[in-house]
Nanobody
Framework: QVTLVETGGGLVQAGGSLRLSCAAS????????MGWFRQAPGKEREFVSC????????YYAEPVTGRFTISRDNTKNTVYLQMNNLKPEDTAVYYC????????????????WGQGTQVTVSS
């Protein structure tokens, strides 16, 4: 079992930045991939980014490419999502997730999920 706890959400103006953190505990050894997803009101959950265990392989969804950066610190069992130049359309609940599948980008490929953290970007 893996427990994920996200922190760092909040309210920010358009153009601002936030850094989300996701602390993992439990049997994290099988969680090769750590990912971020988001779900806006009335919309389906969508993939944002993921990173493999080494930290050298990362994937991004097109809407966030060039603005968001994912990273991880395995010594702290924590993954981060640095979000810059935020836009109102980035407003959503952001979820951290863990998977044992390299390159996982579908929600169904993730086994463990955090409770989510709200990000609100005002215009």
């Amino acid at each position: 079992q893996v427990t994920l706890v996200e922190t760092g959400g909040g309210l920010v103006q358009a153009g601002g930045s936030l850094r989300l953190s996701c602390a993992a505990s439990g049997r994290t050894g099988s969680s090769t991939i750590m990912g971020w997803f988001r779900q806006a009101p009335g919309k389906e959950r969508e993939f944002v980014s993921c990173i493999n265990r080494s930290g050298y392989g990362a994937y991004y969804a097109e809407p966030v490419t060039g603005r968001f950066t994912i990273s991880r610190d395995n010594t702290k069992n924590t993954v981060y999502l640095q979000m810059n130049n935020l836009k109102p359309e980035d407003t959503a609940v952001y979820y951290c997730a863990a998977s044992g599948i390299i390159g996982a980008r579908r929600g169904t490929e993730y086994d463990y999920w955090g409770q989510g953290t709200q990000v609100t970007v005002s215009s």
